[in-house]
């Protein structure tokens, strides 16, 4: 009987905080800048230049903590990790080894077999290094220095999800959880999210565990469950040939699905960890942590309960809306505008969710204002423009963030109620379409829908459809 096993996983989950400024200088965090722009003698490690603790980073770090069950380390302080790398500017990084900020958390994830807690054994707040360009052409590797000392947390699970499935739900879950915090964008395409993945496999039943390798170059969900599936099927192969796995870091290739060694995985020791000499501890006083916790937002999951309280609408909606920061924000201050959730979640569920997928957007870059939707709803509602019109409108408010009644006015696109009008414009669309009338008259019923569609399209759809139908009816009788 062939042998079964179990495959044991942790994640180092590197986070970019969203601060204006980086964690030890003034330099601008923002994504994007030309090469080298956003630095100073602080964060590219210039000798005798001093760091200062940007305390920002450290009431997010705490947010994020309190969010996912941590407890808080009310005295912490920073630790110099020493290692040698063209990226590094000063040939350490400045980290958290004895004393991270937060530690002895967990999340609740939902499995196939019912709810589960991954454990978090620690987050702790460091400095991102720079980041090297490898230039093929010139057969030359540039270094830029601009994220080089942007905020991270890094959260360290316990080694307790056993497949993909369990891994991209704890990602997606602490992905939201960081989002609704504020704490980050999370976007895994520019690297403000970053999982490297600690993977061994065991024989199923055994307590023992394998010998462990990290995957790095993993940017985005489906790359990670593409990358645990590939390193699971080489482990198993490699113990049933009787080999031995190397603990080492691989990097992933997802075009070819396949790891690469890149180094044999050092230990702590190799680090060379020391108390940093430049910073003091950092002290969170009761007050101080009271406050952050305060502050701390409604999260998801009491978001959802709410969501099914308070507001009539399918609970398939409320599970979408409140999957995105973005989405809810506008479902809630929409709905506070013009008093109509189910109206307001129809439009977020149809047609926003329909246009982000023609723009190939994600919910977090909709910028059109609460305000302007919820006039496009109050317009449909009172007859002032009918659904169709209201559609078209609506697509140049995803884009355009447009005023609709200011847009209705000026394009002449207001519903014609006029009785009188739209009464001669039937007559001569009966006039002109005898063959229908005729047929409807014999009881075939498709010949009043393409009566109404002449009239609308005579009205350049801004006819009220119920009024049309009224009226066919009433002539054509």
Known sequence: MAKQYETVIGLEVHVE???KTKIFCGCSTAFGGAPNTHTCPVCTGMPGALPVLNKKVVELAVAVGLATNCRIHQYCKFDRKNYFYPDNPQNYQISQLYLPVCYEGGIEI???SGKKTIGIHEIHMEEDAGKLIHDEWEDCSLVDYNRSGVPLIEIVSEPDMRSAEEVIAYLDKLRL???????????????????????????????ILGTRTEMKNLNSFKAIARAIEGERARQIELLEEGKEVIQETRRWDDNKEYSYPMRSKEDAHDYRYFPDPDLVPVEISDVWLEEIRSRQPELRTEKLERYKKEFDIPDYDAEILTGSKRLADLFEE?????HKPKKVSNWLMGETLRLLKEEAMEPEELHFSPEHLAKLILMTEEG??????AKEVFEKIFLEDINPETYVEENGLKTVNDEGEL???IERVIGDNPQSVSDYKRGKAKALGFLVGQTMKAMKGKADPGMVNRLLKELLS
Do not use: H
């Open 17 to 19: 905080l969203a601060t």
């Open 110 to 112: 939902e499995t196939p």
């Open 177 to 207: 959880i960081i989002q609704y915090l504020g704490a980050s964008d999370c976007k895994l395409q520019e690297g403000s999210m970053r999982a490297d993945v600690n993977l061994s496999v065991r024989e199923a039943g055994s307590q």
């Open 334 to 338: 929409t709905t506070a505008l013009c």
């Open 384 to 389: 002032v423009i009918n659904q169709t019109v």
């Open 423 to 425: 009464r001669k414009i």
